[in-house]
């Protein structure tokens, strides 16, 4: 099992930028595919951003793609996730994700933090 906890949070403004950071317990960290969700009120929690257990491969949604980066540290047991040029849209509530021998996605079986606020002005 793999506990998730995220940070990094908060308001900001049009074109502003925030970094997310997802610290796991555990000892396997680096045997998980590591992901990024977010919900904005009313909505389905959608995809983000995804990274391979070893950090070669990335993938993004093409509504962040360009904007944001997703990263981790293995040593350190965390990810990351890079918010630039943030838009209202942006606004949610981001989750990470984990997946044990593959990467998250909407339809998996994944370990998921509790979530951190993101709020974008106009």
């Known amino acids: 099992q793999v506990q998730l906890v995220e940070t990094g949070g908060g308001l900001v403004q049009t074109g502003g930028s925030l970094r997310l950071s997802c610290a796991a317990s555990g000892r396997t960290f680096s045997s998980y595919g590591m992901g990024w969700f977010r919900q904005a009120p009313g909505k389905e929690r959608e995809f983000v951003a995804t990274i391979s257990p070893g950090g070669s491969f990335t993938y993004y949604a093409d509504s962040v793609k360009g904007r944001f980066t997703i990263s981790r540290d293995n040593a350190k047991n965390t990810v990351a996730l890079q918010m630039n040029s943030l838009k209202p849209e942006d606004t949610a509530v981001y989750y990470c994700?984990?997946?044990?021998?593959?990467?998250?996605?909407?339809?998996?079986?994944?370990?998921w933090g509790q979530g951190t606020q993101v709020t974008v002005s106009s």
């Open positions: 994700a984990a997946r044990q021998g593959g990467l998250p996605g909407s339809r998996t079986s994944n370990y």
